[in-house]
Every structure is written in C-alpha cells, then in structure tokens.
C-alpha cells in the first residue's frame, strides 16, 4: 500500500527553499507514494513546476470568518506592541502565539508529515496534523533569521526527524539550542543540473550590454544583502569601472532599494529586473555572480551559478564555507560593500584568476539529485 504524504510551505514564489522543493518533488517514488503538497497561497510562479503526481492542496484550515478576523485583528495589534518595546521576537512566532486557535486540523491523516519551511508550517504541522512520522526542513540560519531557540524547541523536538541543508547549518542548530544533534540529519538542496543547463538557454532580452554584466539574484529581504549591493555599485563607479547590475527578484524592500538605487544616481548601472519563473538565462548571461546575503541556510543561487561556470563573489556567511573556497571556485568577500568592490576588482583586473575559477568550475560534478533524492526517498518511506 501506498503511504499518504504530505508537504506543506507557504507559497511557490521565487525563494531558495521554493526552488528546491520544486527540484525535489520529481524525484519522488511515486510508486510507493502518493503526495499533497499543502499552500498558503496558491499562483506561485514556480507552482506550474509541480509534477501532476502531486495534488496541491490550498489551506483552508480556519475557524469561522468572522472569528479569524478577530485573531488577525489582535496578531496585528501584537506586531505593533512588539515594534513599540522593541520586544525580538520573529513575526511567525508572533503569529502562531496569538493565532492558534484560528486554525483547525486537517482532517486527513498521513503516514508523513513534512513541513518544508520554518515558521508557520512547522507550528502548524506539529499541531495540527494528524500522521506517523514528522519531518521538518531546516533551510536558513534560525537565529539570524530572527528565531528564537526557547520558543521553537518545543515545536522541533516533536518532530521525528529536523533536516538541515548543510553540516554548518546542522551545527548552528545544535550549538543554538533549537534541537539535539541526534535528531538532525543532513540533506542538502537538490539541483536538477540537466534542467538549470536547459532552462539557462532560453532566450532573454534585457542583458544585452558590452560592458561588464553582474546579476544578483534572489527575494528583495534584508537577508539577501541588496542594500549592501547598491552601495557596492557606488564604489565600483567610482573606481571608474563601467557596468551594468543585474537583480533579478522581489520583494519587501524593492521601493527601498529603488530609492537608494535613484539617491546614489546608479540608474544607468543598477537594474532591477523583477521577479522572474526562469532566472537561468540571466545567471548564464553575467559575467559575474555576486551574493550579498547576510546569512543562508546553503545558498542554492550560488550552486546554481556554479553549475552554469559562473565566476562567484560571496559575502562571507558561515555556510558559504560548504560550497566556495576562496580563490579557487569563487572569492568571498566580508560583508561590506567596501570588500565585495575590492573582490569584484580583483577579478575584472586579473584573467588569469578568473579563467582558473571558471576551470575549476567546469571539473565540479553536482550530484545531488540523485545523492539526496535517495535520501529523502528513503527517509519518507523507511
């Protein structure tokens, strides 16, 4: 008999942890399997990605409308009083403490459960839903995301089996408190290489330029480091180098960041480009890859640069170490814009180094759709 699976993440926008769910779900047994992939909102661009083996599921697991307003009613008056006493308390958190109780079980039950993202769908699972076997992906650094180890314990150490997406990432877990080494495994995001080479092909037309091509690519957060992007646009203009910056994404800060894009008169070098379902082809179109996170949980836009031979900067957050080596497979800088400006320099003004990364980059093998399917397969149905 089949066993009854369910995922559940918020939404199918564009996102680390979207992109890898959606690399997954293909390389399920669905033989032996058969799979709801439960959403908060549905319309994703990533969603027309899920194989039709897959049911996709809209939550609407909510008490009565005019109680639920009620609850958001006060959720949003506890975000408020929170900003007021500078209380540090993430905004899932604060969601779940108060809005609990507007949510009902599901009324199927599962032979797995597996909540996909932190937050909201690793409360909610905990919870409310009914099955065997609990599972819950870990995919950012927690604490620096703005978790708190005291409240989420709870909540991890019910679960039969958290999944970290890095071995740094597993340690941080451990070492700040949010559950036990023995009950972490590690499974790192899977890439489809075939399919990156492939979407990477298609056509674009808006990096069309002779001059030096950056891209950037990933949600328009305080996490993925924009801000720190644009003030390294200022410097590098200002050594005189001619350019354009690609950001590919979206997102909360996207006006703040047009702003200070129009404060520093960086029009002519900075373009955002919006979110797109096919980022490959702007990847592939670049000259450079630059991340500016502040922090990850693995950092799935550099391995996709990397399976398409793209020269990588990164700013140097703790689980970059799992994927470059400085010098040899990409540079990483510290988190400034003084120091990303100095590695992009370094690379624009020696070849040689550039040709020994993209080299280098050409003799890696990225292995782990069929290395970490095997994984996940035999974890859901062990």
Same mark, same amino acid.
């Given at each position: 008999?089949?066993?009854?699976?369910?995922?559940?993440?918020?939404?199918?926008?564009c996102?680390?942890?979207?992109?890898?769910?959606?690399?997954?779900?293909?390389?399920?047994?669905?033989?032996k399997?058969?799979?709801?992939?439960?959403?908060?909102?549905?319309?994703g661009?990533?969603?027309?990605?899920?194989?039709k083996d897959?049911?996709?599921?809209e939550?609407?697991?909510?008490?009565?409308?005019?109680?639920?307003?009620i609850?958001?009613?006060?959720?949003?008056?506890?975000?408020?009083?929170?900003?007021?006493?500078?209380?540090?308390?993430?905004?899932?958190?604060?969601?779940?403490?108060?809005?609990?109780?507007?949510?009902?079980?599901?009324?199927?039950?599962?032979?797995?459960?597996?909540?996909?993202?932190?937050?909201?769908?690793?409360?909610?699972?905990?919870?409310?839903?009914?099955?065997?076997?609990?599972?819950?992906?870990?995919?950012v650094?927690?604490?620096?995301?703005?978790?708190?180890?005291?409240?989420?314990?709870?909540?991890?150490?019910?679960?039969?089996?958290?999944?970290?997406?890095?071995d740094?990432?597993?340690?941080?877990?451990?070492?700040?408190?949010? $559950?036990?080494?023995?009950? !972490?495994?590690?499974? *790192?995001?899977? @890439?489809?290489?075939?399919?990156?080479? /492939?979407?990477? =092909?298609?056509?674009?037309?808006?990096?069309?330029?002779?001059?030096?091509?950056?891209?950037?690519v990933?949600?328009?957060?305080?996490?993925?480091?924009?801000?720190?992007?644009?003030?390294t646009?200022?410097?590098?203009?200002?050594?005189?180098?001619?350019?354009?910056?690609y950001?590919?994404?979206?997102?909360?800060?996207r006006?703040?960041?047009?702003?200070?894009?129009?404060?520093?008169?960086?029009?002519?070098?900075?373009i955002?480009?919006?979110?797109?379902?096919?980022?490959?082809?702007?990847?592939?179109a670049?000259?450079?890859?630059?991340?500016?996170?502040?922090?990850?949980?693995?950092?799935?836009?550099?391995?996709?640069?990397?399976?398409?031979?793209?020269?990588?900067?990164?700013?140097n957050?703790? $689980?970059?170490?799992?994927? !470059?080596?400085?010098? *040899?497979?990409? @540079?990483?800088?510290?988190?400034?814009? /003084?120091?990303? =400006?100095?590695?992009?320099m370094?690379?624009?003004?020696?070849?040689?180094?550039?040709?020994?990364?993209?080299?280098?980059?050409?003799?890696?093998?990225?292995?782990t759709?069929?290395?970490?399917?095997?994984?996940?397969?035999?974890?859901?149905?062990?």
């Amino acid at each position: 008999m089949k066993k009854n699976v369910l995922f559940f993440i918020e939404s199918l926008q564009c996102g680390g942890a979207e992109k890898s769910i959606i690399s997954l779900l293909p390389l399920l047994d669905y033989s032996k399997m058969d799979v709801d992939l439960l959403l908060l909102k549905r319309g994703g661009i990533f969603e027309q990605y899920v194989p039709k083996d897959v049911h996709i599921i809209e939550f609407n697991q909510r008490v009565h409308p005019w109680l639920f307003k009620i609850y958001q009613t006060l959720f949003s008056l506890r975000l408020r009083w929170n900003r007021l006493i500078v209380k540090k308390e993430h905004g899932a958190e604060t969601r779940w403490k108060v809005m609990q109780h507007a949510y009902t079980p599901t009324a199927k039950h599962y032979d797995v459960a597996i909540a996909y993202q932190q937050g909201f769908p690793t409360y909610y699972i905990a919870g409310n839903v009914h099955a065997k076997k609990k599972i819950a992906w870990a995919n950012v650094d927690l604490t620096k995301a703005g978790y708190n180890a005291s409240f989420n314990s709870t909540y991890y150490y019910s679960y039969d089996t958290i999944v970290a997406v890095s071995d740094n990432l597993k340690d941080m877990l451990a070492d700040d408190g949010f $559950v036990c080494t023995e009950k !972490i495994v590690v499974i *790192k995001d899977i @890439l489809n290489v075939a399919l990156i080479r /492939e979407m990477a =092909a298609l056509p674009q037309h808006e990096i069309q330029t002779a001059d030096l091509n950056l891209v950037t690519v990933g949600r328009m957060v305080y996490q993925k480091g924009y801000d720190i992007a644009v003030n390294t646009a200022d410097i590098i203009r200002q050594r005189g180098l001619k350019f354009h910056w690609y950001f590919v994404g979206d997102g909360a800060m996207r006006s703040m960041i047009d702003g200070l894009i129009q404060e520093k008169h960086l029009e002519d070098n900075v373009i955002l480009l919006g979110e797109k379902a096919n980022p490959y082809p702007y990847m592939a179109a670049a000259d450079i890859y630059v991340q500016t996170s502040r922090f990850e949980g693995f950092g799935i836009t550099l391995a996709e640069a990397r399976i398409l031979g793209k020269p990588v900067i990164s700013t140097n957050f703790p $689980v970059v170490h799992d994927q !470059i080596i400085d010098g *040899k497979n990409g @540079l990483i800088a510290e988190m400034n814009a /003084e120091s990303i =400006a100095q590695q992009i320099m370094r690379i624009v003004n020696n070849p040689e180094l550039r040709d020994s990364i993209i080299h280098n980059l050409q003799q890696e093998h990225n292995t782990t759709a069929e290395t970490e399917s095997e994984k996940v397969n035999r974890l859901i149905l062990d």
